[in-house]
């Protein structure tokens, strides 16, 4: 494994039957108050799709899918999906969601390049979800709003584990702190970026960090974004770029931050070739995605 820590004297607070039923409880309650904060359709989302159809999301750009042929098909080959980005995208388009609505599914998938440890497998299970924003909607205050109405869910959903399980204490913070990666390489100059995460997030306990794939002052990323999707380049959070970013919470079982949610106001199609251009990188204009209309926020 690339890294596992395994906390001395550590002792789980539920016994296995208790963590499995916990785990049905979290993720029912926690998508129902989801998909009422973000007015959100539940979808049935795919396991896999037709390589070459520009649908499979590329994630950092150099990942590889889990491929297989299709007998039926001549032996073409479909790909495991990495996530669902451009997927929803298209769902998006065929319900004819309207601006202010969107939808949400539990997305399934296997990604063999994963660094394996605490938080990460081989097999991925997450909530997946897409909204159609406004043009007007395109700026850095709706994306607070959203990721702030979306922490208010998981304040929730802690609550209701305490009620179910009081051993299992609520810890984390009423206020969910936001700050630009240009920021917090400012802030911890001598540091590399997750031990950033790191400081920051165990200082406040909750930490929203906008900015996600943009150059930084020092010529450096603070970490990879999908070069086709993620809008780290339109002036966001006190004038620096980004409309993105990613959730962290502070572990004090594993003493670290955890990263839960990566969002953000994805490419409006308008953009869309100047960006890649500048980012080079090169993309068939003729795949359904590339082909698809609006503007979209959305998450994983």
């Not at 297989?68 to 996530?83: N, T, W, Y």
């Not at 200082?203 to 809008?231: M, N, T």
């Not at 308008?270 to 503007?295: L, V």
Request: hydrophobic share 35%; aromatic share 12%; proline share 4%.
């Amino acid at each position: 494994m690339s890294y596992l820590i395994k906390p001395e004297g550590y002792k789980p607070l539920l016994d296995l039957k208790q963590t499995e039923l916990g785990i049905k409880q979290i993720k029912e309650f926690f998508q129902l108050n989801l998909s009422s904060e973000l007015r959100l359709r539940r979808v049935t989302a795919p396991l896999f799709v037709l390589k070459g159809m520009g649908i499979n999301d590329d994630l950092n750009g150099v990942e590889r899918a889990v491929s297989f042929p299709i007998k039926d098909l001549g032996d073409a080959q479909a790909e495991v999906v990495h996530s669902l980005a451009k997927w929803k995208r298209l769902t998006l388009a065929d319900y004819n969601i309207e601006s202010g609505y969107g939808i949400y599914t539990d997305m399934n998938a296997i990604r063999s390049d994963e660094e394996l440890g605490n938080l990460h497998s081989l097999y991925v299970d997450q909530w997946d979800w897409e909204r159609v924003i406004t043009t007007e909607d395109r700026n850095v205050n709706f994306l607070k709003e959203i990721v702030t109405r979306i922490y208010a869910a998981m304040i929730r959903t802690e609550y209701m584990v305490y009620e179910m399980y009081p051993q299992i204490k609520p810890c984390l913070p009423q206020k969910l702190h936001f700050i630009h990666a240009e920021e917090l390489r400012q802030l911890y100059p001598n540091l590399e970026p997750k031990c950033r995460e790191h400081a920051i997030t165990k200082k406040y306990g909750a930490v929203f960090i906008i900015g996600i794939g943009c150059k930084l002052s020092d010529g450096k990323k603070h970490d990879g974004r999908a070069p086709d999707y993620d809008d780290y380049t339109t002036e966001g959070l006190n004038g620096l770029p980004g409309l993105n970013g990613d959730l962290l919470l502070w572990d004090n079982v594993l003493q670290r931050s955890i990263e839960l949610s990566s969002m953000g106001i994805a490419l409006p199609y308008t953009s869309y070739f100047c960006y890649i251009c500048s980012r080079a990188f090169y993309f068939t204009s003729t795949s359904p995605f590339n082909k698809s209309q609006g503007i979209y926020i959305s998450q994983e």
